[in-house]
């Protein structure tokens, strides 16, 4: 049974668990997202993933981007509503930024763990996002492979400005109750499906499908 998003209230509750958040445009969700929820759910030994299905992305253009209800519908679809969670609560509490969802989440659910799960291509964006010190000092972050993105991750800006926070694999067991600023890189098998290129893919077989149907005429 899928759970609907409201599963998770807005204003929070006392639940005592140890989550991982996963944000996200998620257009759509896909088998590789759901890959990063198992491993973190497996390695981190969390309760729960909860896939935060944004509203809007500051960073990336709206052109191609469907609606939030659409999104949303995409990522239940890879969720089991149980241990992974797909929710527009950061739609409902009307934040537009990490930062602020993740100071909110907090607040909201104070008896809960938090770790937020990123790509190595965002640690290596990091810098762009809006208060992005704020954001590793909120919550411990876990990093897992991108292709083509380890060493740039790991030498970046924002690598370098947290080095000292960063913590070994081994520990990852354990990062759910380290107090931020912390993040460790887990190395893992790479998933290499993307939402792009699902969109590409579907456009070149909507466009394939037009062309059959305009010849058969």
Avoid at 17 to 25: D, N, Q, T, V
Avoid at 156 to 178: D, H, N
């Amino acid at each position: 049974m899928r759970h609907a998003a409201t599963d998770l209230p807005r204003f929070g509750d006392h639940r005592r668990a140890r989550i991982g958040l996963l944000g996200g445009s998620f257009n759509p969700a896909h088998a590789g997202h759901l890959h990063i929820a198992k491993l973190a759910l497996r390695r981190l030994r969390l309760d729960q993933v909860w896939l935060l299905v944004s509203p809007g992305n500051p960073l990336k253009p709206r052109d191609g981007m469907a609606p939030v209800a659409e999104r949303l519908a995409s990522a239940r679809a890879i969720a089991d509503g149980r241990r992974i969670v797909a929710t527009d609560i950061e739609a409902r509490l009307g934040t537009r930024y990490t930062a602020d969802t993740l100071r909110l989440l907090r607040q909201h659910f104070p008896r809960a763990e938090f770790i937020w799960i990123m790509g190595a291509d965002n640690l290596a964006q990091l810098p762009r996002w809006q208060r992005w010190i704020t954001i590793a000092h909120t919550m411990p972050l876990l990093i897992l492979p991108r292709p083509g993105w380890k060493a740039r991750a790991l030498s970046g800006q924002a690598a370098s400005r947290l080095r000292g926070a960063r913590r070994g694999a081994r520990s990852a067991a354990g990062l759910a109750a380290v107090e931020a600023p912390a993040w460790l890189y887990l190395p893992a098998s790479e998933n290499t499906l993307s939402a792009t290129l699902l969109r590409r893919t579907r456009a070149r077989l909507h466009k394939a499908d037009e062309t059959a149907s305009q010849g058969a005429r």
